[in-house]
């Protein structure tokens, strides 16, 4: 059963700085590798899709890194803003019964303040 | 830019009542699901559905919950009688394909909360 963790689960950070959010996962045999963004009370915007075969992808200020070899993916989000605070989450799908469904983890809340 | 529906934002019921909650996929999308995210829980997959049919279902998603796509552009999630520990944000989503390399696009949320 794939688990997926993300560290660290909170930060605060002043506006400006460079960010990096880490998710690990425990079976390397993906098919690829999602990061979302949801504000509080909201839904889940896609970010970035990394699939297997990729090693990054980057949009904007924001660039996900995959090691599936090792388990993990970054998320680096650079010269942050306050616009930035909300919760960060990853998922990594699995296929079963036809279909891929992610499995999400905590996710990682985060704080820009002026 | 097209965008998942969900309807209606914020669902009240008592317990033991029956609720149905609504969603409009993408018009071109042919995979639709399910996801329920209890508050400070994780976001946890109910349910898939594809050709009129779950194609898949969590071990959450027992006989108090059933789906339909009633029309060609509606698709509802309806829990049969509520339970207090069914309060939770429910997410619909859709897809264009169940293609592993596929993104699910999510809306925006109902928010169910059982008294």
């Known amino acids: 059963k794939q688990e997926v963790t993300q560290i660290p689960a909170a930060l605060s950070v002043p506006e400006g700085e460079n960010l990096v959010l880490n998710c690990s996962f425990t079976?390397?045999?993906?098919?690829?590798l999602q990061w979302f963004r949801q504000d509080p009370g909201k839904g889940l915007t896609s970010l970035l899709l990394?699939?297997?075969?990729?090693r990054e992808q980057t949009s904007g200020r924001l660039n996900a890194s995959l090691d599936k070899s090792s388990g993990r993916s970054t998320l680096y989000i650079a010269a942050s803003q306050p616009g930035d605070s909300a919760t960060y989450l990853c998922?990594?799908?699995?296929?079963?019964?036809?279909?891929?469904?992610?499995?999400f983890g905590r996710g990682t809340s985060l704080i820009v303040h002026p | 830019e097209p965008e998942v529906t969900q309807t209606p934002s914020h669902q009240v019921t008592q317990m033991g009542q029956e609720v149905i909650l609504r969603c409009v996929p993408i018009s071109n999308h042919l995979y639709f699901y399910w996801y329920r995210q209890i508050l400070g829980q994780k976001v946890e997959f109910l349910v898939s559905f594809y050709n009129n049919e779950i194609s898949e279902k969590s071990e959450i998603f027992d006989d108090q919950f059933s789906v339909e796509r009633p029309d060609g552009s509606n698709f509802t999630l309806k829990i049969r009688s509520t339970k207090l520990e069914d309060s939770a944000m429910y997410f619909c989503?859709?897809?264009?394909?169940?293609?592993?390399?596929?993104?699910?696009?999510f809306g925006p949320g109902t928010r169910l909360t059982v008294l």
């Open positions: 998922a990594v799908p699995h296929a079963s019964g036809g279909s891929y469904i992610p499995t």
């Open positions: 989503a859709s897809s264009e394909s169940g293609a592993g390399t596929d993104t699910q696009y």
């Open positions: 990394i699939q297997s075969s990729q």
């Open positions: 079976d390397s045999a993906i098919y690829n």
